[in-house]
T-cell receptor, first 114, second 110 residues
């Protein structure tokens, strides 16, 4: 099992450009998440999806959109990138209870917006 | 809302020293508590967890006990190694989401 995979690993954008971050999991998990990590602020939830076809806003959704393409894939789109979106982005997935509420994380995408 | 507060870092220790990283939380109800570790250039990995009061989570020599009376989940290790250098995150469950602390950088010198 690859677990949670993310592409790309690194990306540099100019202000106003758009891009999509891809995430896939092969653990048959129902729930998937997008976080951003900024120094001194821990991880903040952008969006999550409790099941295929559903998405919900997290703590910091402004400037982002998401698509739960199928059970495996959950993408994050920046329509018009801004320097404030420079961050490291992590995708995670979780198997539904009962049994565990542990989230499993991908390796991250380091995004720089100039 | 629910929140997690961790001690600020960086924490710098010599090899074989005792480690404590403090974590306290504010929550309604009785959430599960977690410690995640992030090694340089990698994603987060679950280190240990506890699901109810007085539970002790342990893994790789690390331990943490769920203390309801002090709303704490402090991470401890008796003898750290250089390979333990990483960022450590305390987190709690909030429904189907996690709430993270800011993270504590640990540096271990040989």
């Amino acid at each position: 099992n690859a677990g949670v995979t993310q592409t790309p690993k690194f990306q540099v954008l100019k202000t106003g450009q758009s891009m999509t971050l891809q995430c896939a999991q092969d653990m048959n998990h129902n729930s998937m998440y997008w976080y951003r990590q900024d120094p001194g602020m821990g991880l903040r939830l952008i969006y999550y999806s409790a099941s295929e076809g559903t998405t919900d806003k997290g703590e910091v959704p402004n400037g982002y959109n998401v698509s739960r393409l199928n059970k495996r894939e959950f993408s994050l789109r920046l329509e018009s990138a801004a320097p404030s979106q420079t961050s490291v982005y992590f995708c995670a997935s979780r198997r539904d209870p009962p049994g565990t509420d542990t989230q499993y994380f991908g390796p991250g995408t380091r995004l720089t917006v100039l | 809302g629910n929140s997690v507060t961790q001690m600020e870092g960086p924490v710098t220790l010599s090899e074989e020293a005792f480690l404590t990283i403090n974590c306290t939380y504010t929550a309604t109800g009785y959430p599960s508590l977690f410690w995640y570790v992030q090694y340089p250039g990698e994603g987060l990995q679950l280190l240990l967890k506890a699901t109810k009061a007085d539970d002790k989570g342990s893994n790789k020599g690390f331990e943490a006990t769920y203390r309801k009376e002090t709303t704490s989940f402090h991470l401890e290790k008796g003898s750290v190694q250089v390979s333990d250098s990483a960022v450590y995150f305390c987190a709690l469950s909030e429904g189907n989401k996690l709430v993270f602390g800011a993270g504590t950088i640990l540096r271990v010198k040989s």
